[in-house]
């Protein structure tokens, strides 16, 4: 059942069902991304089978999906929502279904949505070799049509869009498969000899900020969980980021708080730093010091006298 959770006024499918058993091929999609797709409920549903045994969401099906649910081309939902964006579960189920290239060639052209061709696009962006996506993606380089990839977002042209997915290898916070670098260098070629551009601005060509580590690599790999084990996704609030306490304060204060304080504590001892052993040992010393203190001894077990009494029959005197 759809959840409650409102995603721009939408309801949303909760991501909290047991994964899909898939094809076991990556598509080129990374890891996290790829088990909060298959841990969706909404991807459970577009893998439902008929009474007969048929997928009940063929190709046109999949298409009518996008056209009435696809607001966004970003890969995680937003706002407080948690799990992949419907429209890059979509892109995965057809991922799956390996299309031909009319089929292809038929999200490429479409004249409804924007976002039809949007998903077009990734396929051709994740499952097309990098020799191939001049062939795919060229004669749209100068597309006029106007579209926003992110909710609320900057208007881009398609034109726009396409030459930056080839030019970028991150895509919000997720990334492309490496495109290899000959092939590279004759898109960026191709690119300029058109007359735009040869540098990337990211995030669907929109540009702007974008959430990074100190690598330079989308929080995605490194931060975010799946889904399924209640983690929140790098759109939600819970991700990376500076990581303070209630009271604004960094957590590496604390660690130099305690690093201060173990150095106080060497001063004052007039030296090094002395550990449990340490302490053991002078504890030891300063019972040797003690007025009465005598050492255990294994001869103080019985008295001189009488430890000859008991019968010892390996004792030579009888």
Known sequence: MPSDVDNHGRPIWTPFAGAVATSGKTHGVETVLR???????????????DANGTASYDFMALVDEIYD???HAEPWMCGNARGASTGFCILFRLCEME???????????????????????????????????????EEFFDDGEKF?????GKEVTMGEFVRD?????????????????????EIVARIKELGFSD????????????RQDTNGRP??????????????????GGG????????GRDHRDHRDRDRYYDRDRRDDRGGGYRGRDDDRRRNSRDRSRSPGYKPYRREDKYDKYDRYDKYDKYDRRY
Do not use: M
């Open 199 to 210: 540098r990337g601005r990211g995030c669907g060509g929109q540009g702007g900020s974008r």
């Open 69 to 71: 649910l696809v607001d």
């Open 219 to 236: 929080q995605s790999v490194k931060h975010s969980l799946a889904s399924h084990v209640g983690r929140r996704a790098p759109g939600g």
């Open 240 to 247: 990376g980021g500076d990581r303070r306490d209630y009271r």
């Open 99 to 137: 299309l031909s290239d009319e089929r292809i060639w038929h999200l490429l052209r479409h004249v409804d949505s924007p976002f039809i061709r949007v998903v077009g696009f990734l396929y051709v962006r994740y499952v097309k070799n990098g020799r191939e996506l001049l062939k795919w993606c």
């Open 35 to 49: 088990q909060n797709i298959a841990h969706s409920e909404y991807y459970r549903k577009l893998c439902r089978l």
């Open 148 to 152: 926003a990839p992110s909710p609320d």
């Open 165 to 185: 997915l080839l030019l970028e290898q991150n895509y919000f916070e997720t990334i492309f498969p490496r495109i290899p670098e000959v092939a590279r260098r």
